[in-house]
């Protein structure tokens, strides 16, 4: 967070406002993108509303940075009473990390829409596109347990219509498409319930209120069954393991922006709702920690091995980063299952690391789709001669995600074992190093495919992408690379995070 | 009481809850799953309304403790009770829940016509709401991946 201390980005004004500018800009730039007479228009106004809410996401790091936690008392009313969004290190790291990758996501529409989507839904598209993009910040910045729910269904109605726009592509998606929304709704009406148990326990729904009167009532059996219905709620969103099945369908038939921009905030958002209530809002005590060890670390640990081993055996390749992204969760779950400033902070770091590596991972595939119809491992054969550039960035996103040193993944996989290690839990170690090598063989498998072996695909040559989505491309790939030699930022940023969750600053 | 007769509102809750799970997942018509899921999703709502219900409460309108109707309201509840839990001398149900759950219900109105606009595009593109049927031709359209040009 040291970083963002001296960084005045907005006049003072404007900064008082940031926290709901962020949030209010998509809005109103998904309504005017949803008015614009024609599908580049509203990639202008797509991508300008992202730099907006960037800019914004930076002047609220910047206040973070300096006052600690930032309380916005929405239409004046005070929280408890009114709804507040309550921005801390944690709220600031999602929120920077979701409107940067909204950015790059914007920008990499332009051209990839062409080859993906049908004309007369583009402006549409990018519509629903800010919507899903201020959903999600609103789940990061707000303080609110209902006003959360919402944001969760903003942006979740936005992203079953985003996956389904895919069929026009492929039409599985969707079918996939309707059952990521028979699970998130299930999904999301379970996490109402879990709040409403906590509402009859406290009579409060502002988090920062909940949580001292959740430590006054001590072992009471509503607020631990309300922790269960939350929990599982979110696990659906998440992807934890085994609540993943639509995450399969939905990451293979959408878009690939879409694949790209669920990768790398639809489930994080989610993780960071979980680790906000289990470490923020809680209070601490034996059935928190029975919790975490014996529900949550297994069934992480789980989907680390059970879900890579599915991914050796898939063919096609956006079905193995899908089922790759499951097993990553679990690392990140894993992280933060020790309940300890390191663990939790190896967990942050993760998780930017993963949404910056499977970005750069899904939009590279997405670069291959404009030109060629590559679908499994097989079509991926000799694309690297036909399309360098970005078999190139694909295989640093590869690298990382497996864990190569020099890249953001090694520096992640490496702070997951050392806290692991601090902590005593030698099993988790273990699980990280079947879960890389395992990692490592699906990934080869298409990295070998890509350099050494002949094309299959007949007459169909792969071009290069144009520069519209290289840019966005060699950004999330040379982020994963810069991190790894100098991970001050991020590093910075997950520590500030670990240490607001566990307590020790505001 | 027994509990039965006590907590009645949250039987319901729970037997609405299961049987709109069950729906959900025994059958294989999209258009039906969406009606269980509609049954599920309104299950939390008169969960929370529950919540938020004041024995001897009224709707949180305004109302003067000396009307008509305030002393009507009054009438039948322990003087010490409305003392107590009244604002003005009226008991009022907690309206916050009512709220909540009027936001919920939008959200829930708006999945449902997603649900069912992506629904109305399965029947297009494949011919039939059957979730078996989409099966069958989505096992299909997966072993053709990667052969057909």
Known sequence: ?506 | MSVAATHFNYLAVVVLMMIGLYVLFSTRNLIKQMIGLGLFQTSTALFYISLGKVSGGTAAIKIYADSVEGRMLAAPLDPDFVQQFGVGGVVYSNPLPHVLILTAIVVGVATLSVGLSIAVRIREAYGTVEADEIEAVTRVDAARVGRDP
């Open chain 1, 1 to 506: 967070m040291i970083l963002f201390e001296a960084l005045y980005v907005a006049p003072p004004a404007l900064t008082a406002q940031a926290p709901i500018l962020v949030i209010a800009g998509p809005l109103i730039g998904a309504c005017a993108a949803a008015l614009s007479p024609g599908g580049r228009t509203a990639w202008v106004v797509s991508v300008l509303t992202a730099v907006f809410a960037l800019w914004m996401a930076v002047a609220v790091a910047g206040e973070v940075a300096r006052e600690g936690a930032i309380d916005y008392a929405l239409g004046g009313f005070a929280p408890p009473m009114g709804i507040a969004l309550r921005i801390d290190a944690l709220g600031a790291t999602m929120a920077l990390l979701i409107a940067s990758v909204g950015l790059m996501g914007a920008l990499y529409s332009g051209h990839a829409l062409e080859s993906e989507v049908r004309a007369e839904k583009r402006t549409l598209f990018q519509s629903g596109y800010l919507v899903c993009l201020a959903g999600f910040l609103g789940l990061v910045l707000t303080g609110d347990a209902f006003n959360a729910f919402v944001f969760l269904e903003v942006s979740s109605i936005g992203t079953y219509a985003l996956v389904a726009v895919g069929e026009a592509r492929d039409r599985r998606a969707l079918p996939a498409a309707f059952n990521y929304l028979i699970f998130g709704t299930v999904g999301a009406t379970l996490y109402v319930l879990g709040v409403g148990f906590l509402y009859a326990a406290t009579g409060t729904l502002n988090l920062a209120d909940m949580a001292p009167r959740l430590a006054a009532l001590g072992d009471n059996s509503a607020v631990q069954a309300g922790l269960a219905f939350i929990v599982a709620g979110l696990g659906v969103k998440a992807a934890m393991f085994p609540l993943h099945g639509w995450l399969l369908g939905a990451y293979a038939g959408a878009p690939s922006l879409v694949s790209v921009f669920l990768a790398a905030t639809a489930t994080k958002a989610a993780i960071y709702l979980i680790i906000r209530f289990v470490f923020g809002v809680f209070p601490e005590g034996e059935f928190g920690e029975n919790f975490l060890r014996w529900i949550l670390a297994p069934l992480a640990a789980a989907a680390v091995i059970i879900c890579s081993m599915q991914a050796i055996f898939e063919r096609e390749v956006r079905r193995i980063l899908a089922f790759s992204s499951v097993a990553q969760v679990g690392f990140i779950l894993l992280g933060a299952s020790l309940a300890t400033t390191a663990g939790l902070s190896a967990g942050v770091f993760y998780l930017v690391a993963h949404a910056l590596m499977k970005g750069a991972l899904f939009m590279a595939v997405g670069a291959f789709a404009i030109s060629v119809r590559a679908r499994t491992v097989e079509d991926f054969s000799g694309i690297a001669r036909e399309a360098p550039w970005s078999a190139a960035a694909f295989a640093v996103g590869a690298a990382s995600l497996v864990g190569a040193p020099l890249t953001m993944g090694f520096l992640a996989k490496w702070s997951l074992v050392s806290s692991a290690l601090q902590a005593g839990e030698i099993w988790i170690v273990v699980v990280l190093a079947i879960g890389s090598l395992l990692t490592l063989i699906y990934v080869g498998r298409i990295l070998e495919a890509m350099f050494f072996r002949a094309p299959v695909r007949g007459a169909e040559r792969a071009s290069e992408a144009p520069v519209g989505v290289l840019v966005p491309l060699f950004v999330f790939s040379g982020l994963s690379l810069w991190f790894g030699v100098d991970a001050t930022l991020p590093a910075s940023l997950a520590n500030a995070s670990a240490s607001v969750l566990m307590g020790e600053a505001p």
